[in-house]
């Protein structure tokens, strides 16, 4: 069985990040690490191909400047090789860009199931795996929170609102995996030093066959075309507990509609 | 506010591969080890549980090579330790008494047997050891062990005792060092061996997060099969304290830093008669002294990792950055406590975790005294302890 999982190389969330002004897209000019909303794809696909016994974990990512760290920790957590794809003319590309990009490699690699995270943790558009589906003309099921190979299907329990569906479609397919369904492992050390081994095919636009005037700044469908300052956090209701504080506080839960 | 606690960005100096390692070490300690620290440090045990987390990441004997050791740099273990010692001196312990002196002294002084008879199970935290050199009677002049192995054909008898042993108690092999007929020795004791008994010691107020000890030994017969072949002097088990001071010097960052930490985060959000307590005159100086010991304490072990890697480091090298971090460690600890006021007295905190732990820190593997003496002897060309 081959899995190729898309993962994001994104700047560190816990360092303060900065917009360019002139984009209004985050500055990406610092180290990169593996997003990790990815983190729980690749540990499910290592899972997957543990449980068949055998098989393959790739893993796809697209970097307008060659950046590798964040491929190398998920290396490390035991993918055997990589695809970058790599082109200065990615600079600026919007969502739709990327999934044709990012379709382009993976149709190289002949996967039997491409899976993603939701959503990556520093764009948040949630829509990459979908439009990747789309372009490689594959069924794709989102919010996964278990998958199973069986014969030529994929079975996978669906996360919703009330719980989860069980959904199943043929392979290939594209998934998107819920963060937080499976605890991603610890890189072993020996898997650290193994990972500099490792390959990574790095590819530019014209080895895919991609005009770089489809994609990048001037590609692109989508614009940002303003940021504002996410409103300041109300002080929250402080209910002074007069022997019925528990009632307000199961009235206020109720509208809420979380009980 | 930016965080200043590597001030001359050293891990910049750091490879791919030992910055990986330094934080996946990192993270497993946070999400792991921090949220089980303080109950255990209060019971007085080791979280046994995370052994085979531990083991998994490749930890026990990092730095060995070969017989499922990962092999990684002295720079990586040492960064490693002081990630680990972060989160509290009983976890670098932990590690550091497995992978230098227990693999150590296999890897280095064993037969090729031992090596692979032993050596995989404990990388993989299966088989866990202790190291049996301090005696109760004999702390600081080891070379007066009172431990006494006797030749009996193909055989060794051995007689006596070992107090403060890290893992004694919970260890399934004890590394151990008796004097003999023929001079130093050291021998591989399985902890079930008939005469061999072992108990923790209780009602420690430092390293409460680490099982210490105490053993006894009444004519265990040990075949010489099991006896160290290489092992033929003091300098053996010396070389592996070595070792493991080594770590300790990294360690003692960690501590420093993390109290360091500690005591920024609490003084700048909570106010007192009206403003920060980090506003305070007293309390920037007591912050500017602290980074500064902390980034003298990195500096020595960064450079004593430099000196390890291009094999030139000198047991003195390692004597002055265990005993000069140690110190720091403990000043810090100390210092960020009372920074923290009545609140720093609960295990809420970690820097009177750090402080205790560090009084064992500063007194195992060479008290700060012995350390300096072994300086003075290097400076005077007298040794003053014999």
């Given at each position: 069985m081959k899995v190729v999982v898309c993962v994001k190389q994104i700047p560190d969330p816990a360092l303060p990040g900065e917009l360019d002004p002139s984009t209004n897209y985050l500055k990406r000019d610092d180290k990169l690490i593996l997003d990790e909303s990815d983190s729980y794809g690749v540990e499910m696909a290592l899972q997957l191909v543990e449980s068949a016994g055998g098989g393959d974990v790739s893993l796809v990512s697209m970097a307008p400047n060659g950046a590798v760290g964040g491929l190398r920790t998920a290396l490390a957590m035991g993918a055997e090789g990589a695809v970058l794809v790599s082109d200065a003319a990615l600079a600026g590309t919007d969502a739709l860009g990327t999934a044709k990009v990012l379709a382009a490699a993976i149709s190289r690699m002949s996967p039997d199931l491409v899976l993603a995270g939701v959503e990556s943790s520093d764009g948040y558009t949630g829509t990459v795996p979908e439009m990747i589906a789309g372009a490689l003309n594959i069924p794709s099921i989102t919010f996964a929170k278990q998958i199973q190979i069986e014969g030529g299907n994929v079975k996978v329990q669906r996360q919703t609102e009330a719980g989860y569906d069980d959904v199943e479609c043929p392979t290939p397919a594209l998934v998107s995996v819920t963060a937080g369904v499976v605890e991603p492992r610890y890189p072993s050390f020996k898997g650290i030093m193994a990972a500099k081994k490792k390959p990574v095919e790095e590819l530019d636009l014209s080895a895919l066959g991609i005009?770089?005037?489809?994609?990048?700044k001037n590609g692109a469908r989508q614009e940002t075309v303003q940021v504002t300052d996410a409103e300041e956090r109300q002080a929250g209701e402080i209910i002074e507990d007069d022997g019925d504080a528990h009632e307000k506080i199961i009235e206020f839960l109720g509208e809420l509609k979380v009980i | 506010m930016a965080d200043l606690s590597d001030f001359y960005e050293l891990d910049a100096l750091l490879g791919d591969e030992e910055q990986m390692i330094r934080d996946t070490v990192a993270k497993f300690v946070v999400n792991e080890f921090m949220p089980l620290v303080a109950d255990h440090f209060e019971a007085g045990t080791f979280p046994m549980e995370l052994v085979p987390a531990i083991a998994d990441m490749g930890l026990l004997g990092m730095h060995l090579d070969g017989y499922g050791c990962a092999g990684a740099s002295a720079m990586a273990y040492g960064v490693a330790c002081r990630e680990l010692e972060a989160g509290d001196s009983g976890l670098r312990s932990f590690v550091s008494v497995q992978g230098?002196?227990?693999m150590f002294p296999i890897w280095k002084y064993g037969s090729e047997e031992q090596k692979e008879q032993w050596l995989p199970q404990m990388a993989a935290g299966e088989i866990i050891g202790c190291f049996g050199l301090t005696e109760p009677d004999h702390g600081s002049d080891p070379s007066n062990m009172a431990t006494r192995a006797q030749r009996d054909g193909d055989k060794w008898i051995l007689n006596g005792s070992k107090r403060w042993i890290t893992n004694a108690g919970i260890a399934d092999l004890a590394i151990v060092w008796a004097n003999t007929d023929e001079g130093f020795r050291g021998f591989l004791v399985?902890?079930?061996?008939?005469?061999f008994e072992a108990r923790k010691i209780q009602n420690k107020l430092s390293l409460r997060a680490s099982v210490t000890g105490e053993f006894y030994m009444d004519d265990v017969i040990v075949p010489e099969s099991m006896r160290l072949p290489d092992a033929v002097s003091i300098g053996a088990p010396l070389s592996c304290l070595s070792e493991a001071r080594y770590g300790i010097a990294f360690g003692a960052v960690g501590v420093a830093r993390d109290c360091y930490n500690a005591a920024l985060d609490y003084q700048q959000g909570r106010p007192q008669f009206g403003k920060p307590?980090?506003?305070f005159q007293i309390n920037q100086i007591k912050f500017a002294d602290m980074l500064t010991q902390m980034t003298n304490a990195n500096l020595q072990a960064m450079t004593l990792g430099r000196l390890k890697e291009t094999h030139t480091v000198r047991p003195y090298h390692i004597s002055m950055a265990k005993r000069h971090n140690c110190r720091v460690a403990i000043d810090t600890a100390r210092t960020a406590r009372a920074m923290m006021?009545?609140?720093?007295?609960?295990?809420?905190?970690s820097p009177m975790r750090h402080a205790n732990n560090m009084e064992s820190v500063m007194t195992y593997e060479g008290t700060e005294e012995i350390h300096g003496l072994i300086l003075g002897q290097e400076i005077t060309g007298i040794p003053a302890f014999r």
């Open positions: 005009d770089s005037s489809s994609v990048g | 230098s002196l227990c399985p902890t079930d061996s008939e005469g307590l980090s506003s006021g009545a609140n720093g007295v609960s295990t809420e905190y």
